[in-house]
């Protein structure tokens, strides 16, 4: 079955740091952008951090720049997201997704694999 499946999320003090993992099956990401996407309760769903590895490009959200990285791992066919010095209004349900070679935006409406979300809880 091909599917992305993220891990890794939880509650989380602010401050702290979480590492959410998206883990591919049934394929790989080679050739496709990878985006981390998040949706808070009432808000749209939003493009936090996008690589395109045609160009090894990544796009940072002004509200994620300097504190969430992407890495991979290529043997276990997983994308990580490493969050840190989280703040309250970083929670959301965390996405992962795939999309073509080189998506012109950071945006849900250029990615059509999707895993099912993992929430993220940071406390004050």
């Known amino acids: 079955e091909v599917q992305l499946v993220e891990s890794g999320g939880g509650l989380v003090q602010a401050g702290g740091s979480l590492r959410l993992s998206c883990t591919a099956s049934?394929?790989?990401?080679?050739?496709?952008?990878i985006g981390w996407f998040r949706q808070a309760p009432g808000k749209e769903r939003e493009g936090i951090l996008c690589?395109?590895?045609?160009?090894?490009?990544?796009y940072y959200a002004d509200s994620v720049k300097g504190r969430f990285t992407i890495s991979s791992d290529n043997a276990k066919n997983t994308v990580y997201l490493q969050m840190n010095s989280l703040k309250p209004e970083d929670t959301a349900v965390y996405y992962c997704?795939?999309?073509?070679?080189?998506?012109?935006?950071?945006?849900?409406?250029?990615?059509?694999?999707w895993g099912q979300g993992t929430q993220v809880t940071v406390s004050s």
């Open positions: 997704a795939t999309g073509g070679p080189r998506p012109p935006y950071c945006s849900s409406n250029w990615y059509f694999r």
């Open positions: 049934g394929f790989t990401f080679d050739g496709f952008a």
């Open positions: 690589f395109t590895s045609i160009d090894d490009s990544t």
